[in-house]
């Protein structure tokens, strides 16, 4: 599916008012070990609000998404909240790890070790990855990443104390050094910074692309850290990306040392006031600049998760509708080739 040909394929995973359903948001999406395609969301039953927010689910393919497994709840009810899914492979183990949170405030995890098909109990890790003066708390939502020393990294973000303004909602980390058995806090950013994703650059460092918590700002920001996620450089806006104040998703496409450049691609809402225009971004410098950019969608459209199939086969699994970007999540599928028009292809 790599070809030189550009390649694209674009499928309806679920459909808003469908299987019991109300409305399904917040994608989560995951290449297992096996290559199977795992798709996970917010399954809201009794309508659209994020407290309606009940359960979470997932569809499953084991054919590069050419067919679907049924839907199937992987944990829910409703008394609480299960919020912003986000999903993390450990290519050491061959663990699917997922996390989510409880209420906005509980952080807990799971895990499958046969690619996605089972999944143990959830366990919570609050204690371990929340300070005492955290209140409001959540993770990406989307996917976290594994370092190339082992180390798995999620991002999150999180309100100090018991005020809601903007200068209070930081972003952070949380990572594991002994492949998910423990996990631990990283480093926070500074204020106003909020939903959040990360990756690793060539350098050893990390990347994290932000959506800002203030609503007059209008663009995608950013940050570094040189020391895997325990420090942070001031946020930063990208005068070039706007944003509606947004998620957005990021992941390492190829290396310089294991093709033939370094190509980051970046998934977003190329619009200031409205959701709508999500826009498929390339850089090949690390996130300085970001020169390759296509239209995905342009109508109605919000949230959206990237993952790289075995194949270099680029996912993004996003929410899309005609009247509102909430009706649906789907799976595009595309090749570099698609991406650039033909002006890029794999060395």
């Known amino acids: 599916m790599t070809g030189n040909a550009p390649w694209f394929r674009e499928t309806e995973i679920f459909t808003s008012g469908a299987e019991g359903y109300h409305t399904f948001r917040i994608p989560a999406l995951a290449v297992a070990p096996d290559g199977s395609i795992l798709a996970i969301c917010e399954g809201r039953r009794h309508g659209r609000d994020d407290f309606r927010a009940m359960y979470l689910v997932l569809k499953r393919s084991a054919d ?18 299960h919020n912003n899914p986000t999903v993390v492979v450990d290519s050491h183990t061959g663990t699917v790890w997922l996390g989510y949170c409880l209420g906005a405030f509980y952080v807990h995890m799971m895990r499958s070790g046969d690619n996605g098909v089972t999944w143990s109990e959830p366990v919570d890790i609050t204690t371990d990855v929340k300070l005492p003066n955290w209140t409001r708390y959540d993770l990406a939502p989307g996917h976290g990443i594994q370092l190339r020393d082992g180390a798995l990294v999620i991002p999150g973000d999180h309100t100090e104390g018991l005020r809601h303004d903007w200068i209070f909602s930081h972003s952070h980390v949380i990572y ?7 996990w631990k806090v990283g480093g926070s950013l500074g204020e106003a ?22 609503r007059d700002d209008k663009r995608r920001h950013y940050s570094r850290s040189k020391d895997s996620g325990m420090t942070w450089s001031e946020p930063a806006g990208i005068d070039e990306l706007a944003d509606p104040n947004c998620q957005a998703s990021i992941v390492r496409y190829t290396r310089s040392d294991t093709h033939d450049r370094s190509r980051l691609i970046l998934s ?10 999500l826009t498929v971004r390339l850089s090949y410098d690390e996130g300085e600049t970001w020169p390759i950019s296509k239209t995905l969608y342009a109508g109605p459209s919000a949230y959206s998760d990237l993952a790289v199939g075995p194949d270099m086969t680029i996912h993004c699994l996003y929410e899309r509708g005609d009247e509102t970007p909430y009706e649906s999540l789907r799976l595009a599928q595309f090749n570099l080739e698609w991406l650039t028009n033909g002006a890029d292809t794999l060395g």
């Open 176 to 182: 594991s050094d002994d492949h998910g058995a423990s």
């Open 64 to 81: 590069n998404g050419v067919s679907w497994e049924d839907l199937q709840v992987l944990t829910g009810n409703e008394e609480n909240t």
């Open 193 to 214: 910074t909020n939903e959040c994703e990360v990756v690793e650059t060539e350098d050893g460092g990390l990347y994290m692309t932000i959506r800002t918590a203030r």
């Open 268 to 277: 977003s809402l190329n619009s200031r006031e409205t959701r709508d225009h």
